[in-house]
Nanobody, 127 residues
Framework: VQLQASGGGLVQAGDSLSLSCLFS????????MGWFRQAPGKEREFVTTISAAGTVTYYADSVRGRFTISRDNAKNMVYLQMTSLKPEDTAVYYC?????????????????????WGRGTQVTVSS
């Protein structure tokens, strides 16, 4: 599975931004897909994830209510809609695929669950 994230940029606090992740191969539609982020000097952290069918989602407390994950398996795409952005949302955002699971579970919050990673896209939120 190959993943390619795009859509990052520089925005102001309070703005919205949408990220996209294109995944290769039909098998990707059977995988849980997640978004993680990594700020300078910090560990990569969980942001959100979505089940293979797109029916179940998990969010980190820090983004719940502001970010929305969705997917379109017909287009091999996963999306992250971000609203009310804050300076602390500044990070490199990565999409990832969990090829072993189609349903979310406790492990879906953790990096180790995801075998495939795309190159990140930078999101910078100015105050």
């Amino acid at each position: 599975v190959q993943l390619q994230a795009s859509g990052g940029g520089l925005v102001q606090a309070g703005d919205s931004l949408s990220l996209s992740c294109l995944f290769s191969g039909r098998a990707g539609s059977r995988y849980n897909m997640g978004w993680f982020r990594q700020a300078p000097g910090k560990e990569r952290e969980f942001v959100t994830t979505i089940s293979a069918a797109g029916t179940v989602t998990y969010y980190a407390d820090s983004v719940r209510g502001r970010f929305t994950i969705s997917r379109d398996n017909a287009k091999n795409m996963v999306y992250l809609q971000m609203t009310s952005l804050k300076p602390e949302d500044t990070a490199v955002y990565y999409c990832a695929a969990d090829a072993d699971h189609a349903f979310l579970y406790d492990g879906s919050y953790h990096r180790a669950a995801y075998e495939y990673w795309g190159r990140g896209t930078q999101v910078t939120v100015s105050s």
